[in-house]
């Protein structure tokens, strides 16, 4: 019901930023939530950012708080995460995923819809 396709990722110097974008498209995306989870080798996958349908009430985790910021173009269909001052521990894959509820993703921290992923390393 809902496909999710990001694209954006990259290798990046530490200090720098990163544009992360997510198109998403099918019947029901404009009821869907939208959030952006990570997951770096050997690591389980980590909850990042969320928004809700209508692009409000933006949620992240403590540790991107400041650095990352979570918007939805609800027009065009595409959610965005602008990552600024990028450190190492912020290398993982990043995955782009929707939820019908807000608890799926705040509460259970996963989600009813996935993309594919894109990579990003942040390098010293």
């Known amino acids: 019901q809902v496909q999710l396709v990001e694209s954006g990722g990259g290798l990046v110097q530490a200090g720098g930023s990163l544009r992360l974008s997510c198109a998403a498209s099918?019947?029901?995306?404009?009821?869907?939530?939208i959030a952006w989870f990570r997951q770096a080798p050997g690591k389980e996958r980590e909850f990042v950012a969320y928004?809700?349908?209508?692009?409000?009430?933006?949620n992240y985790i403590d540790s991107v708080k400041g650095r990352f910021t979570i918007s939805r173009d609800t027009a065009k269909n595409i959610v965005y995460l602008q990552m600024n001052s990028l450190k190492p521990e912020d290398t993982a894959e990043y995955y782009c995923?929707?939820?019908?509820?807000?608890?799926?993703?705040?509460?259970?921290?996963?989600?009813?819809?996935w993309g594919q992923g894109t990579q990003v390393i942040v390098s010293l």
């Open positions: 995923a929707a939820a019908t509820f807000t608890s799926t993703i705040l509460i259970r921290h996963t989600a009813d819809y």
């Open positions: 099918g019947p029901t995306v404009s009821s869907n939530h």
């Open positions: 928004i809700t349908s209508n692009g409000g009430s933006p």
